[in-house]
Protein backbone atom coordinates (compact mmCIF):
# COMPACT_ATOMS: atom_id res chain seq x y z
CA UNK A 1 0.00 0.00 0.00
CA UNK A 2 0.90 3.77 -0.35
CA UNK A 3 2.77 5.28 2.51
CA UNK A 4 3.34 8.65 1.54
CA UNK A 5 1.09 11.11 0.11
CA UNK A 6 1.03 14.85 -0.80
CA UNK A 7 -0.82 17.39 1.23
CA UNK A 8 -2.10 21.11 0.96
CA UNK A 9 -1.10 22.34 4.12
CA UNK A 10 -1.24 25.92 6.41
CA UNK A 11 2.95 26.27 7.15
CA UNK A 12 1.93 29.42 9.36
CA UNK A 13 -0.90 32.40 9.53
CA UNK A 14 -0.42 33.80 5.64
CA UNK A 15 1.67 30.82 4.36
CA UNK A 16 0.68 27.68 2.71
CA UNK A 17 2.10 24.86 0.74
CA UNK A 18 2.21 21.27 -0.52
CA UNK A 19 4.67 18.84 1.64
CA UNK A 20 5.02 14.67 2.10
CA UNK A 21 3.41 12.89 4.74
CA UNK A 22 2.13 9.39 5.84
CA UNK A 23 -0.78 7.93 4.73
CA UNK A 24 -2.79 8.02 7.83
CA UNK A 25 -3.70 4.42 9.65
CA UNK A 26 -7.83 3.95 10.76
CA UNK A 27 -8.09 3.40 14.37
CA UNK A 28 -11.01 0.52 15.17
CA UNK A 29 -13.64 2.71 14.47
CA UNK A 30 -12.28 4.73 11.72
CA UNK A 31 -11.59 5.08 7.85
CA UNK A 32 -9.07 6.34 5.38
CA UNK A 33 -10.80 7.94 2.28
CA UNK A 34 -8.96 8.14 -0.74
CA UNK A 35 -10.16 11.82 -1.57
CA UNK A 36 -11.49 12.15 -5.42
CA UNK A 37 -12.98 15.81 -5.01
CA UNK A 38 -13.12 18.41 -2.82
CA UNK A 39 -13.87 22.10 -2.69
CA UNK A 40 -12.34 25.36 -0.61
CA UNK A 41 -14.13 26.85 1.59
CA UNK A 42 -13.89 31.28 2.56
CA UNK A 43 -13.21 29.20 6.36
CA UNK A 44 -9.95 27.55 4.31
CA UNK A 45 -8.72 31.22 3.64
CA UNK A 46 -10.04 32.74 7.21
CA UNK A 47 -7.72 30.07 8.86
CA UNK A 48 -5.10 30.58 6.62
CA UNK A 49 -5.77 34.53 7.83
CA UNK A 50 -5.27 33.51 11.69
CA UNK A 51 -8.81 33.60 12.25
CA UNK A 52 -8.17 30.27 14.40
CA UNK A 53 -4.48 31.30 15.66
CA UNK A 54 -1.28 29.90 13.78
CA UNK A 55 -0.99 26.31 12.36
CA UNK A 56 2.14 24.58 11.65
CA UNK A 57 1.75 22.35 8.35
CA UNK A 58 -1.91 21.37 9.38
CA UNK A 59 -3.41 19.93 6.25
CA UNK A 60 -6.37 22.26 4.91
CA UNK A 61 -9.88 21.50 4.03
CA UNK A 62 -12.85 20.32 5.33
CA UNK A 63 -15.34 19.41 1.93
CA UNK A 64 -14.72 16.65 0.32
CA UNK A 65 -15.57 12.72 -1.13
CA UNK A 66 -14.12 9.49 -2.03
CA UNK A 67 -13.55 6.01 -1.73
CA UNK A 68 -13.14 3.95 1.03
CA UNK A 69 -9.48 3.05 0.60
CA UNK A 70 -9.02 1.33 4.58
CA UNK A 71 -11.54 0.25 7.57
CA UNK A 72 -11.07 0.02 11.02
CA UNK A 73 -11.80 -3.66 11.97
CA UNK A 74 -14.97 -2.63 13.71
CA UNK A 75 -16.42 -0.38 11.25
CA UNK A 76 -19.95 -1.88 9.99
CA UNK A 77 -22.56 -0.72 7.13
CA UNK A 78 -19.77 0.55 4.91
CA UNK A 79 -16.70 -1.31 2.95
CA UNK A 80 -13.63 -0.83 1.51
CA UNK A 81 -14.30 0.62 -2.73
CA UNK A 82 -17.46 2.14 -2.00
CA UNK A 83 -17.84 5.99 -2.86
CA UNK A 84 -18.68 8.04 0.10
CA UNK A 85 -19.36 12.00 1.17
CA UNK A 86 -18.09 13.08 4.37
CA UNK A 87 -19.67 15.72 6.42
CA UNK A 88 -17.35 19.17 7.53
CA UNK A 89 -18.34 18.29 10.97
CA UNK A 90 -17.16 14.80 11.76
CA UNK A 91 -18.78 14.16 16.26
CA UNK A 92 -18.13 11.30 18.47
CA UNK A 93 -21.62 10.94 18.39
CA UNK A 94 -20.92 9.81 21.88
CA UNK A 95 -20.69 12.53 24.47
CA UNK A 96 -23.21 14.51 26.12
CA UNK A 97 -23.34 17.06 23.94
CA UNK A 98 -23.63 14.38 20.87
CA UNK A 99 -26.44 12.29 22.70
CA UNK A 100 -28.39 15.55 22.82
CA UNK A 101 -28.74 16.30 19.89
CA UNK A 102 -25.62 19.32 19.54
CA UNK A 103 -23.00 17.16 17.69
CA UNK A 104 -21.51 20.12 16.40
CA UNK A 105 -20.26 21.09 20.25
CA UNK A 106 -19.06 17.04 20.45
CA UNK A 107 -16.96 17.16 23.88
CA UNK A 108 -17.00 21.12 23.85
CA UNK A 109 -17.89 24.49 21.68
CA UNK A 110 -16.95 23.80 18.20
CA UNK A 111 -15.80 20.24 19.08
CA UNK A 112 -16.93 18.83 16.33
CA UNK A 113 -15.32 20.79 13.39
CA UNK A 114 -12.33 18.86 13.47
CA UNK A 115 -10.76 18.77 9.98
CA UNK A 116 -8.63 21.74 9.58
CA UNK A 117 -8.93 22.69 13.21
CA UNK A 118 -7.30 19.92 15.61
CA UNK A 119 -6.16 17.42 12.91
CA UNK A 120 -5.36 17.23 9.39
CA UNK A 121 -8.19 18.10 6.97
CA UNK A 122 -8.65 17.23 3.47
CA UNK A 123 -6.77 18.40 0.92
CA UNK A 124 -4.41 15.73 0.30
CA UNK A 125 -4.94 12.09 -1.18
CA UNK A 126 -5.96 10.37 1.58
CA UNK A 127 -7.61 11.66 5.00
CA UNK A 128 -8.68 10.57 8.38
CA UNK A 129 -12.41 10.06 9.45
CA UNK A 130 -13.39 9.24 12.96
CA UNK A 131 -16.67 7.00 13.81
CA UNK A 132 -16.80 6.17 10.35
CA UNK A 133 -20.14 4.17 10.60
CA UNK A 134 -21.45 7.65 11.52
CA UNK A 135 -19.57 10.11 9.63
CA UNK A 136 -19.79 8.60 6.34
CA UNK A 137 -22.59 8.52 3.64
CA UNK A 138 -22.28 6.06 0.44
CA UNK A 139 -23.03 8.14 -2.53
CA UNK A 140 -25.72 6.81 -4.72
CA UNK A 141 -24.67 5.18 -8.59
CA UNK A 142 -26.57 7.84 -10.21
CA UNK A 143 -25.04 10.63 -8.19
CA UNK A 144 -21.22 12.02 -9.41
CA UNK A 145 -18.31 13.06 -7.09
CA UNK A 146 -18.49 16.58 -8.50
CA UNK A 147 -22.28 17.07 -7.46
CA UNK A 148 -22.33 14.95 -4.52
CA UNK A 149 -19.40 17.08 -2.42
CA UNK A 150 -21.36 19.99 -2.70
CA UNK A 151 -23.37 18.11 0.62
CA UNK A 152 -19.99 18.03 2.59
CA UNK A 153 -20.61 21.84 4.02
CA UNK A 154 -22.98 24.51 1.91
CA UNK A 155 -26.11 21.83 1.67
CA UNK A 156 -26.12 20.96 5.21
CA UNK A 157 -24.89 24.06 6.75
CA UNK A 158 -27.40 25.92 4.67
CA UNK A 159 -30.00 22.96 5.41
CA UNK A 160 -29.70 22.93 9.77
CA UNK A 161 -29.70 26.95 9.64
CA UNK A 162 -33.13 26.27 8.33
CA UNK A 163 -33.70 23.49 10.81
CA UNK A 164 -32.54 24.88 13.37
CA UNK A 165 -34.72 28.11 12.98
CA UNK A 166 -37.82 26.00 13.53
CA UNK A 167 -39.70 27.12 10.52
CA UNK A 168 -43.70 26.64 11.04
CA UNK A 169 -45.50 25.29 7.74
CA UNK A 170 -46.64 27.74 6.09
CA UNK A 171 -44.48 30.33 8.19
CA UNK A 172 -42.34 33.63 6.56
CA UNK A 173 -38.47 33.02 6.58
CA UNK A 174 -35.81 35.64 5.92
CA UNK A 175 -32.64 34.53 4.92
CA UNK A 176 -29.76 37.37 4.48
CA UNK A 177 -26.77 36.78 1.82
CA UNK A 178 -27.36 34.34 -0.94
CA UNK A 179 -23.78 32.71 -1.27
CA UNK A 180 -23.72 29.08 -1.26
CA UNK A 181 -25.13 28.53 2.26
CA UNK A 182 -27.96 31.07 2.10
CA UNK A 183 -28.91 29.47 -0.91
CA UNK A 184 -29.45 25.82 0.35
CA UNK A 185 -31.13 27.61 3.48
CA UNK A 186 -33.71 29.13 1.10
CA UNK A 187 -33.81 25.07 -0.27
CA UNK A 188 -34.14 23.92 3.19
CA UNK A 189 -36.57 26.56 4.11
CA UNK A 190 -39.24 25.97 1.14
CA UNK A 191 -38.42 21.91 1.66
CA UNK A 192 -39.76 22.36 5.73
CA UNK A 193 -43.08 24.00 4.34
CA UNK A 194 -42.29 27.41 4.87
CA UNK A 195 -45.02 29.63 3.39
CA UNK A 196 -43.00 32.96 2.67
CA UNK A 197 -39.53 32.71 1.93
CA UNK A 198 -37.72 36.52 1.89
CA UNK A 199 -34.07 36.39 0.49
CA UNK A 200 -31.99 39.63 1.17
CA UNK A 201 -29.16 40.20 -1.58
CA UNK A 202 -27.49 42.92 -3.14
CA UNK A 203 -25.25 40.44 -6.63
CA UNK A 204 -27.59 40.26 -9.16
CA UNK A 205 -26.43 36.98 -10.00
CA UNK A 206 -27.40 35.59 -6.68
CA UNK A 207 -30.44 37.97 -6.47
CA UNK A 208 -31.63 35.68 -10.28
CA UNK A 209 -30.54 32.18 -7.81
CA UNK A 210 -32.14 33.04 -5.22
CA UNK A 211 -35.70 33.29 -7.12
CA UNK A 212 -34.47 29.93 -8.79
CA UNK A 213 -34.04 28.05 -5.52
CA UNK A 214 -37.00 28.83 -4.09
CA UNK A 215 -37.53 32.99 -2.76
CA UNK A 216 -40.73 34.33 -2.67
CA UNK A 217 -39.01 38.20 -2.47
CA UNK A 218 -35.59 38.58 -3.01
CA UNK A 219 -34.88 42.60 -1.58
CA UNK A 220 -32.07 43.95 -2.60
CA UNK A 221 -30.46 45.98 0.34
CA UNK A 222 -28.53 48.54 -1.02
CA UNK A 223 -31.76 49.61 -2.76
CA UNK A 224 -34.29 49.48 0.52
CA UNK A 225 -33.77 48.84 4.33
CA UNK A 226 -34.18 45.11 4.47
CA UNK A 227 -36.17 45.16 8.21
Known amino acids: ?23 PDPGPMDAIIKTTKAL ?14 DRQDLTL ?19 EGDRVAVNAITPCWQCDNCQRGYPSQCGEMLGGWKFAN ?21 IPDTVADEAAVYTCDMMSTGF ?14 AIFAQGPVGLMATVGSRLLGAGLVIAIEAMPERK ?12 DFQEQDPV
Open 1 to 23: MQKTMRAFVMKGIGRVGFMEKPV
Open 208 to 219: RLAGHFGADIVV
Open 160 to 173: IGAENAHIPIGGTV
Open 61 to 79: GHEAVGIVYKLGREVKGVK
Open 40 to 53: VCTSDTHTVGGAIG
Open 118 to 138: IRDGVFAEYFHVNEAAANLAC
